[in-house]
């Protein structure tokens, strides 16, 4: 089965500054995604950024990137310029390449990013 | 366009008692899933069904929980005899393709309480 690691119950950041956000997860399967998803208060989870295991590459999306360590098994966000819209529930989630899509979440960390 | 919506927002349960949660997916989207969220843990699938015009496939229905899919975007997660544990926000996910990998848009949740 596949487990996924969030060690960082809560984390808060200046606004214009630097966080990274950490995820591990425990899989026997070669091939997979990995996704980060924002949950503002009260609102819906949002795809925030997604990787797919096969491509070495890190994944970016503007102010958003990770950092994809397959043999570690481990997969960072790091959000720039942190903005008070980024204030949110962070979730890693792992996904099977094949089989049912169903995905497996982390318990998440709460971001603040301060004034 | 609309995404996804869940009702009731908030439902509280006496020990005991069934439940349905209700899950309005996107138009056209052909699987769902549900997703139990518990304060601190990760998250894990419940439930999903996949449909197409022959059949419906509904995946790990176990014990007291099981989804009705009474219409091609409508899904109804009833548990049955109630315990406090199962207290947590119930999601809703869908997305446009059984295979492969296709993003799962979620709905906002209804949190459970069970007293």
């Known amino acids: 089965a596949q487990t996924v690691t969030q060690s960082q119950p809560e984390m808060s950041v200046q606004e214009a500054e630097t966080v990274t956000l950490s995820c591990t997860y425990d899989t026997s399967e070669n091939n997979y995604y990995l996704f980060w998803y924002k949950q503002p208060p009260s609102r819906q989870m949002i795809l925030v950024i997604r990787q797919e295991a096969y491509k070495q590459q890190n994944a970016t999306e503007n102010r958003f990137s990770v950092n994809f360590q397959k043999a570690a098994k481990s997969f960072s966000l790091k959000i720039s310029d942190s903005q008070l819209g980024d204030t949110a529930m962070y979730f890693c989630?792992?996904?099977?390449?094949?089989?049912?899509?169903?995905?497996?979440f982390g318990a998440g960390t709460r971001l603040t990013v301060k004034p | 366009g609309a995404g996804v919506s869940q009702s009731p927002r908030y439902k509280v349960a006496k020990r005991g008692r069934d439940v349905a949660l209700r899950c309005d997916s996107i138009?056209?989207?052909?699987?769902l899933y549900w997703y139990r969220q518990t304060l601190g843990q990760g998250s894990e699938v419940l439930t999903y069904s996949q449909s197409d015009a022959q059949r419906d496939k509904s995946g790990r229905p176990s014990g007291r929980f099981s989804a009705e899919r009474p219409e091609r975007s409508v899904s109804t997660l009833k548990i049955q005899r109630t315990e406090q544990g199962d207290s947590a926000v119930y999601l809703c996910?869908?997305?446009?393709?059984?295979?492969?990998?296709?993003?799962?848009?979620f709905g906002p949740g209804t949190r459970l309480t069970v007293l």
């Open positions: 138009s056209g989207h052909v699987t």
């Open positions: 996910a869908s997305s446009s393709g059984p295979v492969s990998y296709n993003e799962q848009f």
């Open positions: 989630a792992f996904m099977k390449h094949r089989g049912p899509n169903d995905m497996r």
